[in-house]
């Protein structure tokens, strides 16, 4: 058995470069490539993983929110970096710091270009977003005419893209309402282009979108999910290799008479003698309470052991009874193989939530 000291997260940038390079096979060689590093790049590590992808000469990164982008440019990123969900209170330090804001709706853009007057800027580089069905974020098709008068009034800004987010890219019983978004997003570039003047980038496909609708990779694309190993898809989860691997040790080993109970408000209780592991790894850790109750699982010495009871704020109790193992032994929560789409799925999750969810007090190891 191998063994193990804490609760580490693997970071393999050789299953990234993979990731990336599959990824980009998929494109056209012109097409611009943007690199999703949000929520610390899905729970890995983002100035990592930034780090690398700027030296395979990435064309851009997105975060969520202006400090992610801050911690990217401390970390030595000088690839433009585009912000997805920025708030106007944070304009001075995403400008301060070269990131590109996202605009979505008419009140945000006037608050940007009202400040961007005030700090004197000129062309600073913006992206305009538009809603064409998920409506999360977005600016309608009939929004063109208000902001194209408002970017002719002055120069502060430049539309650097404008882009479009699919709503169910990876499910292909909806491929008639991705089509036609795919369609309204045409429809809005054309009248946005003549509406202002020239044409900036356009941009839709998720890593999905990638895979699924090539007619839409139009001038960049933008992947998450994908450069982190998954595909969203039995198909194409075999052509990407997981990233990130949680792995854990055993504490403690106990044995449990019949009758006896396990954990926080005897959640478990035994009908039968057990043999139990406590891992330092718990709901603060990124395993929410949904996994415990037999639900979610790690794996010992290649075999399945189950969550026993509650989720402990900072450890698990699983069921070892059948498996040889000793303290100090490695259990692995997900790897390549044991994968954390496989995990989530045991409380109808995503590898989205799973990975994103790792909290910072986790090791990370980075291997090269
Ligand atoms: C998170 C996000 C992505 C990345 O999606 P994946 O499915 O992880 O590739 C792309 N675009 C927008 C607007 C996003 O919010």
Request: charge should be positive; hydrophobic fraction near 40%.
């Amino acid at each position: 058995m191998r063994k193990a000291q804490e609760t580490t997260l693997e970071i393999d940038l050789k299953a990234l470069k993979h990731n990336f390079e599959h990824l980009k096979s998929k494109l056209d060689s012109n097409t611009k490539f943007l690199a999703v590093v949000k929520a610390f790049a899905y729970g890995s590590d983002a100035c990592v993983i930034a780090n690398y992808l700027q030296d395979l000469k990435v064309d851009y990164f997105a975060v969520a929110y202006v400090n992610e982008g801050i911690a990217l440019r401390a970390a030595g990123i000088t690839t433009p970096i585009l912000v997805l969900h920025p708030q106007a209170v944070n304009f001075k330090t995403c400008v301060a710091h070269c990131l590109e804001p996202s605009l979505y709706s008419s009140k945000i853009l006037k608050e940007f270009i009202g400040f961007a007057s005030a700090e004197k800027l000129h062309q600073y580089p913006i992206h305009l977003k538009f809603n064409t069905g998920l409506n999360r974020l977005g600016f309608g098709v009939n929004d063109i005419h208000g902001i194209a008068s408002q970017l002719k009034k002055s120069a502060v800004v430049k539309t650097k893209s404008i882009f479009s987010h699919l709503a169910a890219s990876e499910d292909l019983n909806e491929k008639e309402f991705s089509l036609n978004q795919i369609q309204s997003f045409k429809t809005i570039s054309e009248k946005f282009v003549k509406a202002v003047g020239y044409k900036p980038m356009l941009h839709m496909c998720n890593t999905s979108g990638i895979l699924n609708y090539p007619e839409a990779h139009f001038d960049m694309v933008r992947s998450g999910i994908g450069l982190y190993g998954f595909g969203n898809s039995t198909v194409e989860n075999k052509n990407l290799k997981p990233i990130a691997s949680l792995k854990t040790v055993i504490s403690q080993i106990h044995h449990i008479d019949k009758g006896e109970s396990v954990g926080y408000n005897r959640a478990f209780k035994s009908e039968l003698p057990v043999k139990t592991a406590t891992l330092p790894i718990g709901h603060a850790d990124g395993i929410g309470r949904q996994y415990g109750k037999g639900k979610g699982f790690v794996t010992i010495n290649g075999q399945k052991a189950p969550i026993l009871g509650n989720v402990c704020m900072d450890m698990i109790m699983v069921n070892i009874t059948n498996i040889n193992c000793e303290e100090g032994d490695e259990a692995i929560v997900f790897d390549a193989q044991h994968t954390s789409e496989n995990l989530a799925e045991t409380v109808n999750s995503i590898s989205y939530e799973l990975l994103s969810a790792i909290s910072q007090r986790v090791k990370r190891i980075v291997l090269k």
